[in-house]
């Protein structure tokens, strides 16, 4: 079974440029989740999707950040600008639940702000 | 709204010796309590929830947890380690299975041989 995949691994930007994470969760499973994980921390929700409805975005910093779900299949997490505290790992995970009860996450993607 | 707390950002044990990871949970209804593991350059994997009934889980590597409410706690113990155990490990928590995860900040799990 293919697990969640996540592109790119890393990338690397400057401060003020704008930058895109792609996802593709696991076929079938209607709720996807981009959360952010800064060194040192546990990863924090910044939103979840069911199917290609938001259901909790309200930690989402939306004068940066936005993510749609386009069909309710893979997804895109921007950032514009970026700042650096936004240096961070983006993991991706998605369910069959809404509840969340078994999250599969990707490998995530790993950005650096200078 | 619910928040865990994981005691030990880096807790080190030598290979055979009992594994203790500690977290206390914060929640206003029944919480569903889970624990995930993420080795080096991986995605984050379920090792363990509870969400209902027998408060003593089993999970996956020989670990297992149990939910004491009186203490709020949910800690994670194996009783012997391996060298293949090092590793973080976060403790998480959602509302009724209606809610995305809540995660801890961490705890970082080094084997000593």
């Known amino acids: 079974e293919a697990g969640v995949a996540q592109s790119p691994r890393y990338k690397i930007i400057e401060k003020r440029q704008s930058v895109a994470f792609w996802c593709n969760p696991i076929s079938g499973h209607a709720t996807l989740y981009w959360y952010q994980q800064i060194l040192g921390q546990g990863p924090k929700l910044l939103i979840q999707f069911q199917n290609n409805g938001v259901v909790d975005d309200s930690q989402l910093p939306k004068d940066r950040f936005s993510a749609e779900r386009l069909k309710g299949v893979d997804s895109t997490l921007k950032i514009q600008p970026a700042k650096l505290e936004d240096s961070a790992v983006y993991l991706c995970?998605?369910?069959?639940?809404?509840?969340?009860?078994?999250?599969?996450f990707g490998s995530g993607t790993q950005l650096s702000v200078l | 709204a619910q928040s865990v707390t994981q005691l030990g950002s880096h807790v080190s044990v030598s290979e055979g010796a009992l594994v203790l990871l500690r977290c206390n949970y914060s929640?206003?209804?029944?919480?569903?309590l889970f624990w995930y593991v993420q080795y080096p350059n991986q995605g984050l994997q379920l090792l363990l929830k509870?969400?209902?009934?027998?408060?003593l889980v089993k999970g996956i590597n020989g670990f297992e947890a149990e939910f004491k409410k009186s203490e709020t706690s949910f800690h994670l113990t194996k009783p012997s380690a391996h060298m293949s155990d090092a590793a973080e490990y976060f403790c998480?928590?959602?509302?009724?299975?209606?809610?995305?995860?809540?995660f801890g900040s961490g705890t970082r799990l080094q084997v000593q041989p």
């Open positions: 998480a928590v959602s509302r009724t299975g209606r809610r995305a995860l809540t």
């Open positions: 509870y969400t209902t009934g027998a408060t």
């Open positions: 995970a998605s369910s069959l639940d809404r509840g969340g009860e078994k999250l599969f």
């Open positions: 929640s206003s209804v029944p919480p569903y």
